[in-house]
């Protein structure tokens, strides 16, 4: 208990444990690999928005537009599609233009020098503008993730006997099952994400520049790191990572719809995972990791919640005070993990 | 008045001037050191001496003027470029990173990594942070804490440290001393004695401390509303000199402020 408690996520790991093991007196149905699958899309792909937000608030930064840019992608995705290119070029182009609005809002910010919020809250309204622009307002159907129903003959053992039986199969095609539809799709890209991002950031040069950059910014350039460098290469990743959420998103619900405001509100989810984390707003400090467990935690309330059946109503009030004593715990943790000595 | 300049100098500045809106920092500034040299260099507070020092290690570009490094003229792209030329700077802020731990602050811009996907090596860095700070003699019992938990002398002599044991030939110590205790000013000290007795690096080293100037310097430069106002060896003047010249500015000042 000790050890964990010294490391960074300790206190995330400690309060999302006791979450799990509310939900799991209280329901008996949590703890089921069907309930699992329920789970994933609660935090998946907040996980994988809210590990490419880390690395900017380790920076010193933060990105808002991610809600946009998560929106915007899987739009473009369709525009690029429409022009009769395969999927694989969809995607690679819709992450082209992700990279491109990282890169404007690290250029208005490292180079301008406006203020990140200010920069990226007008891209979010911006972006979130185009998307509709560019959608007419008007859900479309994800290219590639359409779904195919066949039926089947399925051989079953009932009672000692077998017996055909005739069922109905979705398929839907290959690409989209890797981008989003499987079912742990996004749940492995996550994983994917955090394990190179938290590689990323505690053993290259890029991940100490980060953390220069966001602890000591006028120490990081006497020392020679190319401060605007950085920061412009971190709004590219979390950009990158916004859009491809976007599409993995897409990609399982089969369908996007040009819905705005639940954009700023997935932003915000994402944003809380990376702090209830552990991440610091300030700069300087971040895990990887943590905002892998933020994520988890928030998936695991709401789902939890929702399966103890409380009104819809009353979910965001319960969630909003949960969210408070838990960053209250943490920082609690917090301290009895700076008093051991450790970092 | 700079006095004779010959080809063994390892860094000259020349007619350097540099403008921060309306405000004159520095005016056509000559300065050179010699190979071996320790060089102190005093003046008040916003007389300019932080800005040459941040233009020699190439963080800021001058207006006008030019630098020559071991006999050929640079303009430096940046501190990497002043770095790759063996100049290297410990800041008056010291530039270190209180999230880092000390190995990581010790090779901050100088880090090794392994090959061939680029991780950094820390069992190695780590190593040779303890071997450099055991060989200047500076006791951190931990190195893998943030060096937020140092106290400042330790912080300053973690920056000292990491700028001594790179490969630079030319080091500039801007205040080496000022967050620190008299002992561990006296081994900041110490080290620059061995230094220079060494004779392997050259040293421009801002101070406020005459004694200390006048006992580890070779000649010291005095540098007045940006600009270099004195230039003699060490060997030729005296603390009363010193003063005397600073208390005179001081007077001229407190005559112009009155006149104002």
């Given at each position: 208990m000790r050890r964990l408690l010294t490391l960074r996520e300790g206190s995330i790991v400690v309060v999302t444990i006791l979450a799990i093991a509310y939900f799991a007196v209280a329901n008996d149905?949590?703890?089921t690999s069907a309930n699992f699958k329920t789970l994933l899309p609660y935090f998946a792909p907040f996980a994988i928005l809210a590990v490419g937000e880390v690395m900017l608030m380790v920076a010193g930064e933060i990105d808002l537009s991610i809600g946009s840019v998560y929106l915007f992608a899987p739009f473009m995705f369709y525009e690029f599609h429409q022009l009769g290119l395969p999927l694989v070029v969809d995607l690679l182009l819709c992450l082209v233009c992700a990279a491109l609005i990282g890169a404007l809002n690290g250029v208005l910010t490292a180079v301008v020098g406006i203020s990140s919020f200010i920069v990226t809250l007008g891209t979010l309204l911006g972006v979130g503008g185009l998307t509709l622009i560019i959608s007419g307002a008007a859900p479309v159907a994800m290219p590639g993730a359409e779904v195919h129903t066949t039926t089947e003959s399925v051989k079953k053992v009932v009672n000692g006997h077998t017996i055909t039986l005739q069922e109905q199969v979705n398929h839907v095609g290959g690409f989209a099952r890797v981008f989003g539809a499987g079912i742990y799709s996004e749940l492995i890209w996550a994983l994917l994400a955090v394990a190179l991002l938290h590689v990323v950031l505690r053993s290259t040069r890029w991940g100490m520049y980060t953390v220069a950059v966001g602890g000591n910014r006028h120490g990081a350039a006497e020392a020679g790191i190319k401060v605007r460098s950085i920061v412009i290469r971190n709004f590219v990743l979390c950009a990158l990572l916004a859009g491809f959420v976007g599409v993995l998103e897409a990609m399982r619900a089969s369908s996007v719809t040009p819905d705005t405001a639940g954009a700023s509100e997935t932003m915000f989810r994402a944003v809380s995972a990376a702090v209830i984390g552990?991440?610091?707003?300030?700069?300087?400090e971040g895990t990887v990791v943590g905002a892998l467990l933020g994520a988890l935690f928030l998936g695991v309330l709401r789902d939890g919640l929702v399966l103890d059946g409380v009104s819809a109503d009353y979910l965001d009030f319960i969630l909003g005070f949960a969210i408070l004593i838990a960053m209250a715990v943490n920082i609690y943790v917090g301290r009895v993990r700076k008093g051991s000595g450790h970092a | 008045m700079p006095e004779t300049e010959g080809d063994d100098d390892v860094l000259r500045v020349e007619h350097v001037s540099k403008r921060f809106g309306a405000v004159t920092a520095l005016r056509d500034i000559n300065l050179h050191l010699r190979r071996g040299e320790v060089l102190g260099l005093l003046g008040d507070n916003g007389a300019g001496k932080s800005t040459l020092m941040k233009i020699i290690a190439g963080f800021q570009n001058p207006d006008e003027g030019r630098i020559v490094v071991k006999g050929e003229q640079v303009s430096f792209r940046d501190v990497d470029h002043a770095r790759s030329l063996g100049i290297d700077c410990v800041y008056q802020d010291l530039a270190?990173?209180?999230?880092?731990d000390v190995v990581q602050n010790m090779f901050l811009k100088r880090e090794l990594v392994s090959r061939?996907?680029?991780?950094?090596a820390r069992r190695v860095m780590r190593e040779r942070t303890r071997e450099a700070l055991e060989r200047i003699g500076i006791n951190i019992?931990?190195?893998?804490?943030?060096?937020?938990?140092?106290?400042g002398g330790q912080r300053q002599a973690i920056a000292v440290a990491r700028t001594v044991t790179s490969e630079a030939d030319v080091i500039l110590l801007d205040?080496?001393?000022?967050?620190?205790g008299a002992k561990e000013g006296a081994m900041i000290l110490d080290l620059v004695q061995q230094l220079r007795e060494a004779g392997e690096v050259s040293i421009i080293m801002i101070a406020h401390n005459y004694v200390h100037v006048l006992q580890s310097c070779d000649r010291v430069n005095l540098i007045q509303g940006g600009e270099i106002t004195f230039d003699k060896p060490t060997a030729d003047t005296s603390v009363e000199e010193l003063n005397e010249i600073v208390v005179e500015e001081y007077r001229r000042a407190r005559r112009a402020a009155q006149a104002g």
């Open positions: 149905r949590f703890l552990g991440t610091l707003l300030a700069g300087g | 270190l990173v209180n999230e880092l061939p996907i680029p991780l950094l019992p931990r190195l893998d804490v943030p060096v937020a938990r140092l106290s205040e080496p001393l000022a967050a620190m």
